[in-house]
């Protein structure tokens, strides 16, 4: 059984910096995209970056020179850096893996591409 664990959100002022962890188990993801989301209160979940191949990035336009997606296959872990954060970063942040390995033809900027979630951890940016 695949499950999928979050941790490191949490409450920071504006300008300043959180690190999530994403930790997947019960199987090895190393040939799978692996991403985070977001969704703010009463907005739908939102891509945030996706990590798909060995060094293919992918991050929404609001996030780009902010955040930095990286993973440890060996640990079957991607980390979301976050810096110079925003208030309207915040949001409950969802890591997502796919169940299968890397297609050209999937569009990993949708929910719809990944089979596994976690269940969110919070960051919340304060002004």
């Known amino acids: 059984q695949v499950h999928v664990v979050e941790s490191g959100g949490g409450l920071v002022q504006a300008g300043g910096s959180l690190r999530l962890s994403c930790a997947a188990s019960g199987r090895t993801f190393s040939s799978s995209a692996m991403a985070w989301f977001r969704q703010a209160p009463g907005k739908e979940r939102d891509f945030v970056a996706t990590f798909y191949r060995e060094d293919k990035t992918y991050y929404r336009d609001s996030v780009k020179g902010r955040f930095t997606i990286s993973r440890d296959n060996a640990k079957n872990t991607v980390y979301l850096q976050m810096n110079s954060l925003k208030p309207e970063d915040t949001a409950v942040y969802y890591c997502?893996?796919?169940?299968?390995?890397?297609?050209?033809?999937?569009?990993?900027?949708?929910?719809?591409?990944?089979?596994?979630w976690g269940q969110g951890t919070q960051v919340t940016v304060s002004l």
């Open positions: 997502a893996v796919d169940g299968d390995k890397v297609n050209a033809a999937t569009d990993y900027s949708q929910p719809s591409a990944y089979d596994y």
